[in-house]
């Protein structure tokens, strides 16, 4: 395999892949989220003034969060839904995912490229990272959960 034409073809499909999802964060948009931690907020672990707080967090932050989060496994696919809902530019978002994305598929094709047949190293490595950032998001969404039932029990 050609390493550059699987870096281009890797980045283009990894590019492609988050336009479903800034779509539905575009959807979804700030006030049917704002709606939705109304209504869900406890199951969210969002209520309203959480929201408007994560979307000031993304405002300030939002262009070096879709960079860096196309580096993370996990999160690469999902930073595209709070782009959406910030309305991030698509030129901007396209660059910045573009940007990571090409990053990230450089340092697997390298990875692969050097390993040879011994690619299964590579998943050695990206898939405890990978179950290590999903744990991480289950447990600091079980953690919120608990932290909501202690604060409404002092109430």
Sequence with gaps: MDPVLVVLVGTAGSVLGGLPWYYIGRVLGHDRLIA???????????????????????????????????????????????????RMGMPTFLLLTTIGSLVWTSVLTAAGYLLESQYEKVETWVDPVSKIVVYGCIALYLGRMGWRLVRGARK
């Excluded at 209504?39 to 262009?63: K, L, N, Q, S």
């Excluded at 696919?77 to 809902?85: E, K, N, Q, W």
């Design 36 to 86: 939705l931690s109304e209504r869900f907020g406890f199951i969210m672990t969002m209520d309203p003034p959480d929201v408007e707080m994560a979307f000031g967090w993304f405002a300030r932050h939002g262009r070096k969060a879709v960079l860096l989060g196309r580096l993370i496994p996990a999160i690469r696919t999902l930073i595209s839904v709070p782009a959406g809902m910030a």
